[in-house]
């Protein structure tokens, strides 16, 4: 860990040798220029002059975990990226539109939700059209996100769907009288619910109720939001929505993608979209402060307390209920 910082502060004492003041400044994060829109190009027409913003969505959706696996390191907040990217479709007159590109399983209801409702926002204040291209899958809550989009498109071997809602918990009671530990748990008699899902307790009939309420309401909106998505009567996606996967092929016959394709026809609905000819495909350029720089090198040596973090998130995740599109 020496040997990086180390190695960190000779870097920034090259840099600061070659920059003027404000250079240095810029490079620990306190200048404006930190905040100027800049883009690069990744696909597409790179003569164009109409743009098409790259987004994308990876991985578990999920709030950024603010628990720190060792000291400098920084989470990629989701929300935080989210909200640079639409800015810049907001301030920037040659983005015409988004290209989304999803591979991922699902995640945490209310966070897929929150993105859904973003990529919404932007499309209502803009006017600029969102095309969805699902890559290796677009299941649950990466599917609910896809919704936003006003076409989607699928890798033809996509895996797409897992329309559902999940709740789960461990059940340590038989495990915890096999190793004599017993859980004491104090709650007032008007509060009888308060350990509900508890790992050292079997669920009672009136809890399973009360989450099944919650569960089929959340349920209820994920219907609803597919339904007057992709134009689908209700009745057909309940029909469809068992938590089933699909190919993409079975998808599009059931409505839920609009084509199968690649990069390039995702570009082309877009650009059909956004009535222009043709357009180049950008995505943000972020500069990175000096602490970003630092927790990207420390990683690198960060085996043992990533792996101590990684074993701690598994087990409170796993005790503890949350609500999922998975």
């Known amino acids: 860990m020496k040997k990086v910082l180390s190695l960190v502060l000779l870097i920034t004492l090259c840099c600061a040798n070659s920059l003027p003041a404000q250079g240095l400044f810029s490079l620990f994060g306190g200048s404006d220029a930190k905040k100027a829109i800049r883009v690069k190009f990744v696909d597409g027409d790179e ?12 991985g578990v ?16 907040d989701l929300f935080e990226n989210l909200r640079k990217d639409l800015e810049v479709v907001r301030k920037r007159k040659a983005v015409k539109a988004i290209l989304l590109e999803i591979n991922s ?5 209310t966070a897929s939700d929150i993105v859904y409702q973003q990529l919404k926002k932007i499309q209502r204040e803009t006017k600029k059209p969102v095309v969805a291209i699902i890559g290796t899958m677009g299941a649950s809550g990466a599917y609910y996100v896809a919704c936003a989009a006003g076409r989607i498109v699928a890798h033809p071997t996509s895996i ?21 530990l017993k859980a004491v748990t104090l709650k007032s008699e008007k509060t009888p ?17 009360m989450l099944m309420t919650i569960i089929n309401s959340i349920y209820d909106r994920f219907i609803d939001i597919v ?3 992709r134009k689908l009567r209700r009745e057909e996606v309940i029909k ?18 609009d084509a199968i394709g690649y990069r390039e026809d995702a570009i082309a609905e877009a650009c059909e979209m956004a009535k222009i000819d043709n357009a180049a495909l950008v995505k943000r350029v972020t500069q990175k402060g000096i602490s970003e720089i630092i927790s990207e090198m420390s990683s690198m040596s960060s085996g043992v ?3 101590r973090s990684e074993i701690r998130n598994l087990l409170l995740n796993g005790i503890t209920p949350v609500l999922l599109f998975k």
């Open 105 to 109: 399983p699902g995640g945490e209801v």
């Open 61 to 76: 959706i999920q709030e950024a975990d603010s628990e720190e696996g060792m000291p400098f390191k920084i989470e990629k």
């Open 160 to 180: 797409i769907g897992s329309i559902g809602v999940l709740m789960q918990a461990m059940n340590l009671e038989e495990l915890a009288k096999k190793v004599g």
């Open 305 to 307: 307390p990533a792996l």
């Open 47 to 58: 003569s164009a002059k109409d743009e098409i913003l790259l987004i994308k969505i990876k």
């Open 193 to 209: 619910m308060k350990d509900v899902l508890s790992p050292f307790k079997e669920i009672t009939p009136e809890e399973r109720e």
């Open 240 to 257: 469809i929505a068992d938590g089933g996967i699909f190919t993409a092929a079975r998808a599009k016959e059931l409505g839920l993608i």
């Open 227 to 229: 339904s007057e998505s």
